[in-house]
């Protein structure tokens, strides 16, 4: 699979991850359709992209927004790559409270909403996508890259939603990948570390370097482009599929 003269749509594209991820697509040729939910971050993104880029304002969650960011992807060239980067962190909260109180129901429902079943909405409507475009010589329509998290394997306390629902992202990966041979479409995972992203750019200096000298190696937070060059290859590498790979300097997280 080669990313030039192809179409992409990235989610989350406006911004970390998904930034550096479309920047990378449009340096090897690519055009790329960038969706997040803040029009001030996309429009900014795109201008620094250059005119291989184009926003498309949605939430990940909406299906008729997604349906119509892959519509402007299609019309940009041959659909065949979507990274799905989208998605919110989980709020610290124990499954019972030091007053033996239950968690709350809608902030587990919500935070599953946006990370499980937003991921299954772009999955779908970008399959559907990819489908539409003829076979290359090999069979392979195109690639599509989903975003886990090492807390799918190394859930911390507190991280009960969030566990949960990039658990289901990983879970899902296989059964994508198998679902969608037939249509030469072949889905992969990324499952990110403590990674250098605006969210971490919030917290105190000390904070984050202590978070990067819990990695083993290299001891530092992981930087935006290694995820992007990681979901390139996905992309490109017609022989991977249903994989899902931790990005983390072999990081285990610990309980708390």
């Given amino acids: ?78 659909l065949r790559f979507v990274v799905h980067c989208a998605g919110r962190g ?60 090492v807390a799918a394997f190394d859930g911390q306390i507190g991280q009960t939603s969030y566990t949960a629902a990039k658990a289901g992202v990983h879970g899902m990966t296989l059964v994508a990948a198998r679902d969608l041979a037939s249509w030469g479409i072949r889905v992969n995972t990324i499952a990110p570390g403590i990674m250098d992203t605006p969210m971490l750019g919030r917290l105190r200096d000390d904070i984050r370097a202590g978070l990067a000298a819990s990695v083993p190696h290299p001891k530092r937070l992981g930087e935006p482009d290694e995820f992007a060059r990681l979901a390139v290859e996905m992309l490109e590498n017609p022989y991977l599929n249903g994989q899902t790979v931790r990005l983390d300097g072999a990081i285990r997280m610990a309980p708390r």
């Fill in 90 to 149: 989980g709020d610290r909260k124990r499954i019972i409270g030091k007053d033996r109180s239950p968690g709350d129901l809608a902030t587990f429902a919500e935070v599953v909403r946006v990370n499980l079943v937003g991921t299954y909405n772009v999955l779908r409507l970008a399959a559907a996508g990819i489908a539409a475009s003829d076979p290359l010589d090999d069979g392979d329509r195109g690639a599509i890259v989903l975003t886990a998290s």
């Fill in 1 to 78: 699979m080669d990313i030039r003269g192809c179409s992409a749509l990235v989610t989350g594209g406006a911004s970390g991850l998904g930034l550096a991820t479309a920047r990378r697509i449009v340096d090897r040729g690519g055009d790329v359709v960038i969706v997040d939910i803040s029009a001030e971050h996309g429009e900014k993104a795109v201008a620094n992209l250059g005119a291989g880029a184009r926003f498309v304002a949605a939430d990940v969650t909406d299906e008729a927004g997604v349906a119509a960011a892959l519509d402007a992807a299609a019309q940009r060239g041959p």
